[in-house]
């Protein structure tokens, strides 16, 4: 019984959160917040957003980049947050190349470096034996350090093989707000990470 209390409690928090944080803040992005009771965490989504349909180039000039970012935060707290899923989406009206796998490595540019990342995966919704030929999707995990060295950023690159895209200003402001959204402590430490997680036991 307490603990569907707390689950509710936090449910009410993280409504009230998003609702004050999501009206001054005119980006264009939608930003949804909720907690699993299955993982035993609260996520804070921004939804698939664009950064452009110029195509790379000047081919394929129906083609369009967009990014979704989810904050991973363990428990039913928003003052820490375990780390941060980036999917970059491929489209195209009539067909998207697909990257191989040599050519999936995501790299992130700021202001000051360029931080490299890894591999990312290859995501599908299709149904067995069917493939999408308009749409890719590429997820990574990434640290939530590198995230706040983005958001923290006046530019910012996104690299996956060959491919690379500049965010736009209304994208920044809108991972800019999505981390707005996590409660960090006045008292916590000076470099600005998150507090310990204050989680409950799943009880065994």
């Known amino acids: 019984m307490k603990r569907a209390i707390l689950v509710l409690a936090c449910g009410l928090v993280i409504f009230s959160q998003s609702a004050l944080a ?15 009771g299955f993982t035993y965490e609260t996520t804070m989504r921004l939804q698939k957003m664009k ?17 979704e970012v989810t904050l991973h935060l363990p428990g039913v707290q928003l003052n820490y947050v375990r780390n941060v899923t980036l999917l970059v989406v491929f489209e195209n009206q009539d ?40 749409i890719e999707r590429l997820k990574a995990t ?11 950023s006046e530019t910012v690159g996104i690299q996956v093989g060959n ?13 800019r707000d999505l981390n707005n959204r996590v409660l960090v402590p006045p008292a916590n430490s000076t470099n600005g ?10 009880g065994r």
């Not at 950064?51 to 990014?67: E, L, R, T």
């Not at 299709?126 to 030929?133: A, E, S, V």
């Not at 491919?163 to 920044?172: F, G, M, P, T």
């Not at 990470?193 to 799943?202: C, D, G, L, V």
Request: with cysteine; aromatic share 6%.
């Open 22 to 36: 999501q009206s001054p803040v005119k980006h264009g992005g939608k930003i949804e917040s909720k907690y699993d």
């Open 51 to 67: 950064v452009n349909c110029d195509g790379f180039k000047d081919k394929f000039q129906d083609a369009c980049v967009s990014i």
């Open 95 to 134: 067909w998207v190349r697909i990257h191989p796998p040599d050519q999936r490595n995501l790299s992130v540019t700021t202001n000051t470096e360029t931080i490299r990342l890894g591999q990312m995966e290859l995501v599908t919704n299709t149904k067995p034996g069917t493939w999408d030929t308009k």
């Open 142 to 152: 990434i640290p939530y350090d590198v995230f706040k060295k983005m958001v923290q």
């Open 163 to 175: 491919d690379a895209v500049s965010l736009r200003e209304k994208n920044i402001a809108a991972l």
């Open 193 to 202: 990470t998150s507090a310990t997680p204050s989680t409950r036991s799943r």
